[in-house]
């Protein structure tokens, strides 16, 4: 193997130093570093500006808001769900208690397919959880039109959604709740972070409180809370970041834009495209490997990529119903699942950061067009 730079498949958008220390030495003057502190304040008001949403409540990591929505929202019994996303999606249900009952997906979307939500819903179902799956927008309308004639509360997994839009309104203005990550892997980060969003004033303080232990003043708790804060230097670099977020995702579409060109018309590989109407955020990008035309199997492609230091990632594989804690439920058989395990068997999400050079993108490329 050549001694080339590892491509690694993501990279974290970062602020710079220079501008990051006076918020720094502020913080440090302040002497205020958790709690709701004057940049906690600050992001919150900034996000909901820039989200187009109007309550935000800011966490630790991007974990939390999905086990204090269930909590909020009071859910209990059985949740409908994915098994393609990441593992904290059905994880937030099992640490509720909650049982996961997962449905297939859309292959074009990844997203969870409303055509089999309904033959799910049992007398135990209280909730709907699905993901926007690589920042692809659910089909929320009729995902709700399921959710009102059965009286079912809907929770989106929106991790991978930030800033993402359909027709100019938010998709995390969908459901009942919806739900951030700000890992140092997403288009936006704060390190480690996350986020929920909901749609009234009392739900927003129920969360606060959720989130702080249970406390609704200084003697009063009012239900067993959790600690999920985020602290003053996360949310400073989180304003920071909010300044950049939009020339990082305009550089993540000249990306798409490239590998679409290259890759589009390889045999044997099939590339996700834009939605009309629909503003991207280009979290991932995602090829499909059918093995047959391409000549080659996925996971061949994966790791002849990987011994030329081209780092892609096979997300998600395998599927959550695939893991020991999930794979005895009923709705975990294989056979329920066709298009997921197809999907998962086929996926390789390529680097996409928002300063991959050309040369590196050509590099991905090559490996890919030359077999």
């Known amino acids: 193997m050549e001694n080339k730079k590892v491509i690694t498949v993501t990279s974290p958008l970062l602020p710079s130093l220079e501008e990051f220390m006076p918020y720094l030495q502020d913080i440090w003057d302040r002497k205020w570093l958790t709690n709701n502190g004057h940049y906690h304040k600050e992001l919150e008001k900034a996000l909901c500006e820039y989200l187009k949403v109007p309550y935000i409540s800011l966490f630790t990591n991007g974990t939390l808001p999905l086990m204090c929505a269930l909590q909020a929202l009071r859910i209990t019994g059985e949740v409908i769900t994915t098994p393609y996303s990441f593992v904290a999606t059905t994880h937030s249900l099992w640490w509720n208690g909650i049982k996961p009952v997962f449905v297939d997906i859309n292959p074009v979307t990844g997203n969870i397919d409303p055509d089999k939500i309904e033959a799910a819903i049992t007398p135990r179902t209280t909730a709907i959880m699905p993901v926007h799956v690589y920042g692809n927008p659910c089909d929320t309308q009729r995902i709700q039109e ?128 834009d939605i009309p109407g629909v503003r991207h955020n280009y979290a991932y990008f995602s090829i499909f490997i059918d093995a047959e035309e391409y000549g080659m199997t996925r996971d061949e492609l994966y790791f002849k990529m990987k011994e030329q230091n081209v780092w892609g990632r096979r997300y998600f594989y395998p599927l959550i119903s695939e893991f020991s804690t999930y794979r005895g439920l009923e709705s975990a058989r294989r056979e329920n699942l066709p298009v997921s395990h197809r999907i998962a068997d086929s996926v390789i999400c390529l680097p996409m950061y928002h300063n991959l050079t050309a040369e590196e993108i050509e590099r991905i490329i090559e490996q890919i067009v030359k077999r």
């Not at 709740?177 to 390190?191: D, E, G």
């Open 146 to 273: 399921i959710a009102d004639k059965y009286g079912l509360k809907v929770i989106y997994d929106a991790a991978h959604a930030f800033g993402v839009e359909v027709n100019g309104e938010s998709v995390l203005n969908a459901g009942d709740m919806s739900t951030l990550s700000f890992h140092a892997t997403k288009v936006y980060n704060t390190i480690e972070g996350g986020a929920l969003i909901c749609h009234d004033e009392k739900t927003k303080q129920r969360i606060d409180y959720l989130k702080n232990f249970g406390f609704a003043g200084e003697t009063t708790v009012i239900a067993p809370g959790i600690n999920g804060k985020m602290d003053e230097v996360r949310a400073a670099y989180g304003l920071l970041n909010l300044k950049q977020v939009d020339a990082a995702i305009e550089a993540r579409h000249q990306v798409a834009v490239r590998y679409r060109e290259a890759l589009r018309n390889v045999k044997g590989i099939r590339v996700m495209e």
